[in-house]
């Protein structure tokens, strides 16, 4: 954006702030128009136009602490007063920027992979996560001096930890849902840590895609959960739990922050049950591997 309009300012032959006034604000509207529009080949859209016009506004509502600061400011407003975006509606191309929904052909299995995934297969990389960095924090035997406590001891440790790992067998298949961890040495990188970051990076991406599947929550709101069990029920201390007014069913709410426009706290309703029941909703268990899952790193 400062680079559009330095470039345009050489080319002009202005050499300070104060000689933007009003009419060269336009002569900068046409030069953004027609420069954007070689560079993209159609009409620009209104938002490229606003950033780059915005940038002049901005010089002259910081006019009062350039004068302070010894820099004549400019010495109009810009644009006859106009805002920057009425005036990128009107040169720009108003583009629909609303994402359309995924096609059911697409969203379907993936929602099913990541419930999928968060069963079973995620309390095995919770597990394998656990014995991996119990290893490491112990040790192991070191030579006949050292305690073993030494980096290479500590991922030696982990290896061998690791390496007797068997991954579960789901209901309904005849072999486990992925291959063993390979903990050959392969070079100088320890090849099987990449792999295990993978999996616990696969298993948050899946509790991510059922959170926002099933409620629709934003990524800042998924991140701006608090972390943290109640004692009482054993989820995740962001879930309440209430009683239908019927009594029948027990619905479940998640409290989180709404951060976007106005930060505010908010509740979600993400899954009921059968009152009495052990039924757990698919965003409630999501919820409950990431809390889970990330434990160990929070501590």
Not at 8 to 23: C, G, K, P, Y
């Amino acid at each position: 954006v400062i680079t559009s309009l330095v470039r345009w300012m050489v080319a002009n032959h202005f050499q300070r702030i104060s000689e933007l006034d009003n009419d060269a604000s336009w002569e900068y509207v046409e030069y953004v128009t027609e420069v954007t529009t070689q560079d993209e080949g159609e009409l620009p859209s209104v938002s490229v136009v606003w950033q780059k016009l915005h940038l002049i506004t901005l010089l002259y509502k910081q006019s009062a602490a350039l004068t302070e600061a010894g820099i004549e400011a400019m010495p109009e407003p810009p644009f006859d007063g106009r805002s920057p975006f009425d005036v990128a509606k009107e040169v720009a191309v108003q583009v629909n920027y609303r994402v359309p929904p995924l096609p059911d052909a697409v969203a379907l299995p993936t929602m099913a992979a990541a419930e999928r995934l968060i069963g079973i297969p995620a309390d095995n990389v919770i597990s394998l996560q656990d014995i991996y960095l119990t290893a490491y924090r112990q040790g192991g035997p070191g030579n006949h001096i050292g305690p073993g406590k030494s980096l290479p001891c500590r991922g030696n440790a982990a290896r061998m930890a690791v390496s007797s790992f068997h991954f579960s067998t789901l209901s309904g298949e005849s072999e486990p849902w992925r291959s063993a961890i390979d903990t050959r040495r392969r070079g100088k990188q320890d090849d099987f840590v990449s792999e295990i970051r993978s999996l616990i990076m696969d298993v948050r991406n899946a509790c991510i895609i059922v959170l926002q599947s099933h409620v629709g929550q934003r990524i800042s709101e998924v991140m701006g959960l608090k972390a943290g069990v109640n004692q009482e029920t054993g989820l995740p201390s962001c879930i309440v739990l209430r009683t239908s007014r019927t009594g029948l069913n027990t619905v479940f709410y998640l409290r989180g922050l709404v951060s976007k426009i106005h930060s505010r706290e908010m509740e979600w309703v993400i899954g009921a049950c059968p009152a009495n029941s052990a039924y757990i909703p698919p965003p409630v268990r999501a919820l409950a591997v990431l809390e889970q899952l990330y434990h160990p790193w929070r501590e």
